[in-house]
Every structure is written in C-alpha cells, then in structure tokens.
C-alpha cells in the first residue's frame, strides 16, 4: 500500500505510525494517518480496476504474453534470481530445516491445501522454479483471479515484498508459471 504514497507521504506515513504504536498521537494526527491511508486504499483500488480491464482485454482479444515481451524481457522476468518455489524445506533432524530455509531465502507464500501428511509448498525469493507446478499451488488456480487467491497465503515478508514494483512483477511471473505449467505426474 505504501508504494502508492509519494516519498514525503511514505516518510510522515511511517512517522505517524510509529507515534500511533506508541501511543502517542493526537487526534489531528490520527485524522492525517487516516486521509494517507484512504488515499493509499484509493490508489490502489483503482489500479486493480485498470489491471482488470487490461485482463479482460487480453483475453478478449486473445493476446498472449509473448506479443507484449521479447524473449528476453520474458526471461528477465523467469529468471530464477526473481522468482522461486521451493516445495520441501529439509529433511527432518535437529536443525536442518532453518539450515535450509535459509539456504532457500524467505518464505513469501506458504500454502497447504490438504491437511494430511506432506510439507507444504512454499513460495521462497530467490530460488529456481521447478519442472512441476506443486500441487497445492496448481490446486488455487480455477481459471479466477488466481494473485488474489495466492495473497490469502502470503507470510509477513510476502506482504511486504509484493507492495513493491519488483515484488509485483515476481509476482506476476509466478502466477504465469501456475497456469502455464505442468502438475507433477501421480
């Protein structure tokens, strides 16, 4: 939400926030974080409205990413430095799971669908996408709008990485991976 307030509206945002955890804010105060934040909320209610339009264009017209990118731009955007899934953490032992966690980068979207027995799928920065789509993730996409069915599984760090431009388009290209790959054969 932040990445739709200017510089200086960021800056008093987050100085208003840390006088409202505090408890120390006035009431004039709280009515200035209120208007940044209904902005903010403005600003991006109607940038969902033109991602929707610029959606049902595409389909209607049936353009696919491959008009709108070069090869290249659509690697850049691939690539594995931008974009990771990871379905398994580590193998159970003393420690080894933060060893790996850490290897693999923060956890941005965790999903588990079925209650049963297996790790979930986590959606890590910085790790490469594998040869199969994991199931859970495969599992969200009904042909809706599958960004907003993923945001309900974001960790903290996944919220916050996602309000950015870059987090965006990470996110963008993950999305393209689910529908466009492959579930692992049973």
């Known amino acids: ?52 339009r610029i959606r049902a264009d595409l389909e209607r017209f049936q353009i696919q990413a491959h008009e709108l990118f070069s090869a290249s731009e659509l ?12 379905g398994r953490i580590g193998r159970r032992g003393k420690g080894r799971a933060a060893v790996a966690e850490k290897r693999a980068g923060v956890v941005l979207i965790q999903v588990k669908l079925n209650k049963g027995a297996g790790a979930p799928s986590r ?6 996408l594998p040869a199969y789509v994991p199931k859970n993730f495969k599992q969200l996409d009904n042909g809706g ?18 309000a950015t431009p870059e987090g965006q388009a990470e996110l963008s290209a993950f999305v393209a991976f689910i529908r466009n790959g492959r579930q692992a054969p049973k």
């Open 1 to 52: 939400m932040l990445k739709f307030l200017t510089p200086a509206e960021q800056d008093r945002f987050k100085h208003l926030q840390s006088r409202l955890a505090s408890f120390e804010i006035s009431a004039d105060e709280q009515k200035e974080l209120n208007g940044l934040v209904l902005s903010a909320q403005k600003l991006a209610s109607e940038r969902d409205s033109v991602l929707q």
């Open 75 to 86: 690697r850049k955007l691939a690539a594995p430095d931008a974009v990771g899934v990871s």
């Open 145 to 162: 709008d599958l960004a907003t069915a993923l945001s309900a599984y974001f960790t903290a760090e996944g919220k916050s990485h996602f």
């Open 123 to 128: 959606y890590t920065k910085g790790q490469k």
